[in-house]
Structure formats: structure tokens, C-alpha cells
């Protein structure tokens, strides 16, 4: 089975003729109570017929085009709605492959998204974004693609990643295809409001391609001029707010708004205030997950679950909706194709079981064609074979020991002023905390709650070791924690109060060329993510068994945190304040920009 997606152009006397009643539908919904997202109402009675992959006619009685090859779905009366879109998600994150995301995603309404492939480049470079863009391709899904603009997150000054990515890569990309549309999220915000050339100039390459730019703007948002300067070079959107006043700031100068509701940040609740106690206008505000691990996507859902979390803050159902679809599509430019049921869209369906808030989905239409009923897929979707550049990509040549985790002190013995790295539940930001601990023999010794963090250069360019403490954690017995997933420069990041375990744990994810590895002096648990270091292309139920296997060994020594890995992954990605650790050390934000500061005070 195919799915495709041919452009309006390449179809529109067939969908016209079938309108008409003049060509008979390949598909027709009758008796649907239609959720219109472009004027807001819940129509009765209302018949969709279909043509191919899009849509020819959406009305009270489609009889006119049904012949003896249509299928034909009576929804008796059941809410239909477009499927559902991800205006900000980056597939990696998930630990799945596209065809595993599709799969895990498609029966929970999903039928498309905007996808940052920014974790495999950063370690294959465009090779990778390419194998993400070809597989997406092959899957039902309306998967549009983002060129990674921060290849390294901010340059390689503050960390070593495996490939880097200018103006010219960029310019690249956008010659494979329409589904290529935008430039991913510039979180090098300090450089592009300073004018550097390589983020300026990548911005250029997609203006001058027609594309949109996607950003990641985390200084404070009462500096106007600042928040003026990013927005003046051309980035129309962002998704890192996380209070009302980020929203309404981004909103006044014509940006559009995404509210993330991921696995483990929450930022939907406080940001949708915007709208449910300031009433200001919802057009420009998107709904996004920007991630959902695949544990979550199995308990939780994806866009699904955060439709149904909006309304729980008050959100009336059909707004909501509207965040999830065409919000979305007229953020890209796309509405002329997705996030919407009307004639010459592609259609892309959901029909919903029980009350509309429940938001419930029963079936799901893909490109026309009927891709999962009652929770399961209905089709069957191919391998795709990975080349082996992706999946040996861990280049560390010596085996790590347990010294490689001590931390020498200035001092031989007594106290020293440190900075620790305070990690906050279901937040992406963390808290520089500096604390006193005391030192033995020229070595740091831990305090109770506290853990080290190590970071390996993995991609085989210098060898750089960096050292940090962490607070939050919450480890009350020996334990450490290996993972190749450190966005986003994913080196081999380690955590843990026990120098042994520690080396365990990272000679363990060596060996398996990359995933995630939890050892105690009891136990061990394992998650092979061979491709990049980053997924898995094993059926996403396996993965996500694998993944709760994690969180359950995280718990056991007393890492109780909400979809705990998904927070711990954030540690080194230096774009998000206050501060990380890379190879290369502590890295904070300041409002002129990034700085390395050292770990002794």
C-alpha cells in the first residue's frame, strides 16, 4: 500500500469532477458531526467525500458521489475532526524511528507534524536529516521537515558535536523537496540578535528559499529590544514560553505562540492563561509536545492527550482543536493542504468516539485512506533499511575507568565553594546553586544529595572529559546512569554518586553503541538505541517497555521524577538556562550570551 500526497494541481480535475457528482469518490464519511476548525461551529449531518488522498466535497448529502468501488463509513453521528498536527517535535527524542513514530502515533489522531530532526544531525549531519526525511516518506503521515539550525546548539567554542551545519548545508536542504519547509528552532538566540554571520546567514539561505524560521528564545521576555532584534531577522514562531507574559510579549509583536505539554514539562498550564484569564486571541497559539517519550505515548497519547489537557484548563473543545490543526497549518503557510475538512485538503480524518472533550479517536484517515481503527494500525508499514554509518557511531577507542570520575579539588583536604547544577521536575531550565562540600586527598567528596555528572566527547575529535555536580537527582543508594541521548550535541553523558558503577554504565553504552544504561550494585537495565545513539527501529512497543524498564530503574535508587530520563537528557544542552555541562564544561547564559565558568568558585 501507498500513501500519496500529490499536490492539488496534480488532482484537481478529479477532485472538481467528483464534486460534481461527474466521478465517483474513493471514500465518503456520512452522517458526521463536523468540528469546523475554520469557522468554529459543530455541524450535524454533514458527508465527507474523497478522491484519492484529498478532499472533493464537504456537505449535507454526498450520495450523488458514491459509486459500487467507494467505501463508505457511516459515522453515525460521531464527532469528526482534522487530524490532529505537532507544530514542534523532534522524532529522535522519542527513541523510534519515523515509521515506529507513525505507528505509535497515527491511532491517537495524529496524521502529521513538523519535525526538527536536529538530534541525529549533530551527529551525522545532513546524511542524517536525509534518512529521516526519506523513511518519513514512507509512512502515512503529512511529515514536513526542518533543516537543524544549531549544528553545534551554539558553536563549537561550548561543545563538540559530530558534524556542524552553516548557510550552505542549510541552502542545501531545501533543494530535496516541498515537504523540507522551515529551519529549525535557532537556539543560538544570543547569536542571532548579535548579529553572528553563520546564524544570520542561515536565515537568509531560508528566506531566500521561501521557508519559515522556527525559534528558541529563552531570555527573559520584558527586554524588548532583544526579543525585537531576534524576531526582526525573521523567526515568525517559538516555543519556549513558560509563563503568561512570554505569550502575550511574543503575541504583541506578531510571533506565533507554541504551548508545549511534553512528557516532562508542563508548560500548557501557565501559558494558555494567556487566553483563559487575559482572553487574548487564540489564532497564533499552537499546540506542541516537543517531546513525548515512548513511554508516555503509550500511558498518555500524544496530540490527543494534549488537546484533552488543554480543555482541563479550560480551554472550550473546539479552541483546543483548533491549536492542534489549523492554527498549525497556517503557522507553515499550509493550510491549503492540512489542518483543515474542506474541499482539496488532504484528508487527513479523525473520527472521535464519545463526548467531544473526551477526545476519543476511534478511526484515523490518512491521505485518504483509513491507517488505524479502535487503538490499532489497520496497515502494515515497511522496514527502512539504516546505512551502517548510522549505527556505529559511538567513537570512544580506550576503555573508561573509574578514575575517569573523580573530581580533583584546588585543595588537599577542607572545604571548597562549588557550583552544582539544581535540576527541577517537569521544567527544562535548572537553577545554579553554589554550595560548600569538603574535600579529601585532592578529591571532591559528595554530600548526600548530590550526584556527578560526566560528559565524553563520543563523536571521535578530541577526547574532552568535563565534570559537574548535580542536585535533584534524588539517587539514596550507589548507582549511575549512562546515555549516548545528551541533547544536543549527545555525547556520552554519565550521572552518578558511585565512581565504578559510573564506568560500568558507560563502558556498557560503549559496547552497545549507544542507548541507556542504569546499573546498581544490585541490578541493571538496558535500552539499545543503536541508530545514531538516539533510537531504536524495534517495533515502539518494545521501546517503550524498554523505556519504562528505565524509569522504574531510575526509581529503585531513588530517582523519582516525572518521566525522569526525559529531564535528565536535558542536562547538557546549553542553550537552556540557567546552566549545563559539555565536554568542554559549564556552560551558562547570560544576557550577552553563553560562558564557560569553572565548577570551584
Given amino acids: 500500500m501507498t500513501f500519496q500526497r500529490p499536490a492539488q494541481y496534480e488532482c484537481l480535475r478529479d477532485l472538481t469532477a467528483t464534486a460534481r457528482g461527474d466521478m465517483h469518490a474513493t471514500l465518503v464519511i456520512q452522517h458526521a458531526t463536523l468540528v469546523n476548525v475554520t469557522s468554529g461551529e459543530i455541524l450535524s449531518d454533514i458527508d465527507i467525500a474523497v478522491q484519492g488522498s484529498r478532499i472533493a466535497y464537504v456537505g449535507k448529502d454526498a450520495t450523488h458521489t458514491i459509486g459500487s468501488n467507494t467505501k463508505v463509513i457511516d459515522a453515525a453521528g460521531r464527532y469528526v475532526a482534522p487530524g490532529f498536527l505537532d507544530g514542534h517535535c523532534h522524532i529522535e527524542s522519542s527513541q523510534i524511528t519515523p515509521t515506529q513514530f507513525a505507528r505509535a502515533v497515527l491511532p491517537k489522531g495524529t496524521t502529521g507534524g513538523f519535525f526538527d530532526a536536529h538530534e541525529i544531525t549533530n551527529v551525522l549531519g545532513l546524511e542524517g536529516l536525509k534518512l529521516m526525511l526519506e523513511e518519513a516518506r514512507t509512512t502515512p503521515m503529512a511529515a514536513y521537515m526542518q533543516v537543524a539550525s544549531c549544528v553545534p546548539s551554539t558553536n563549537p567554542e561550548f561543545e563538540t558535536n559530530g558534524v556542524t551545519i552553516g548557510p550552505k548545508e542549510v541552502a542545501e536542504a531545501f533543494t530535496w523537496g516541498d515537504d523540507m519547509v522551515a529551519l529549525g528552532e535557532v537556539m543560538n538566540f544570543p547569536g542571532v540578535v548579535y548579529g553572528d554571520d553563520t546564524m544570520l546567514g542561515e536565515i537568509e539561505e531560508t528566506l531566500k528559499a521561501k521557508r519559515i524560521v522556527d525559534g528558541h528564545y529563552t531570555w527573559a521576555a520584558d527586554d524588548d529590544k532583544k526579543l525585537s532584534a531576534y524576531i526582526a531577522a525573521g523567526v515568525s514562531g517559538d516555543h519556549e514560553v513558560t509563563t503568561i507574559e512570554d505569550v502575550v510579549a511574543r503575541l504583541r509583536l506578531g510571533q506565533y505562540v507554541k504551548m508545549r505539554r511534553g512528557s516532562a514539562w508542563h508548560d500548557v498550564a501557565e501559558t494558555i492563561k494567556a487566553y483563559t484569564e487575559r482572553n487574548l486571541d487564540t489564532r497564533r497559539m499552537v499546540l506542541v509536545t516537543d517531546d513525548r517519550s515512548p513511554e508516555s505515548l503509550v500511558d498518555e497519547g500524544h496530540m490527543d492527550f494534549v488537546i484533552r489537557h488543554a480543555i482541563a484548563q479550560g480551554v472550550p473543545p473546539v ?77 570512544l577507542s580506550r576503555v573508561i575507568t573509574a578514575d575517569d570520575f573523580i573530581i580533583k579539588s584546588p585543595v588537599e583536604n577542607g572545604k571548597v565553594d562549588v557550583r552544582v547544577i539544581q535540576v527541577r521536575e517537569n521544567h527544562v531550565g535548572t537553577i545554579e546553586k553554589h554550595m560548600q562540600i569538603s574535600c579529601s586527598n585532592g578529591h571532591v567528596e559528595l554530600e548526600s544529595g548530590l550526584s556527578k555528572m560526566v560528559v565524553f566527547e563520543r563523536h571521535g575529535k578530541n577526547g574532552n572529559i568535563a565534570h559537574g555536580l548535580l542536585a535533584g537527582v534524588g539517587f539514596d543508594k550507589p548507582a549511575a546512569m549512562a546515555t549516548t541521548v545528551g541533547h544536543d550535541s549527545h555525547n556520552l553523558m554519565v550521572i552518578g554518586n558511585d565512581d565504578a558503577l559510573m564506568a560500568k554504565a558507560a563502558n556498557l553504552i560503549v559496547e552497545m553503541q549507544g542507548g541507556i544504561v542504569v546499573v546498581s550494585k544490585e541490578s ?7 541508530i545514531a545513539g538516539l533510537m531504536s527501529e524495534a517495533p515502539f512497543e518494545e521501546v517503550a517497555a524498554g523505556s519504562k524498564a528505565i524509569s522504574h530503574a531510575l526509581a529503585k535508587v531513588g530517582c523519582t521524577m516525572n518521566y525522569a530520563f526525559m529531564t535528565l537528557s536535558l542536562l547538557s544542552l546549553v542553550v537552556i538556562p540557567e546552566i549545563r555541562l559539555s565536554d568542554k564544561g559549564l556552560v551558562r547564559i547570560t544576557d550577552k550570551g553563553f560562558e564557560i565558568v569553572p565548577l570551584f568558585i
Fill in 319 to 395: 479552541i483546543a482543536i483548533q491549536m492542534a490543526t489549523i492554527n498549525t497549518a497556517e503557522r507553515f503557510g499550509l493550510s491549503n493542504d492540512i489542518g483543515i475538512i474542506a474541499p482539496g485538503r488532504f484528508a487527513d480524518i479523525v473520527l472521535l468516539d464519545g463526548p467531544l472533550v473526551d477526545v476519543k479517536v476511534g478511526m484515523t484517515i490518512a491521505a485518504g485512506q483509513v491507517v488505524a481503527e479502535n487503538g490499532e494500525m489497520t496497515v502494515e508499514l515497511p522496514n527502512y533499511p539504516y546505512p551502517q554509518s548510522a549505527i556505529e557511531s559511538v567513537h
Fill in 524 to 530: 541493571m537495565t538496558k535500552l539499545p538505541l543503536p
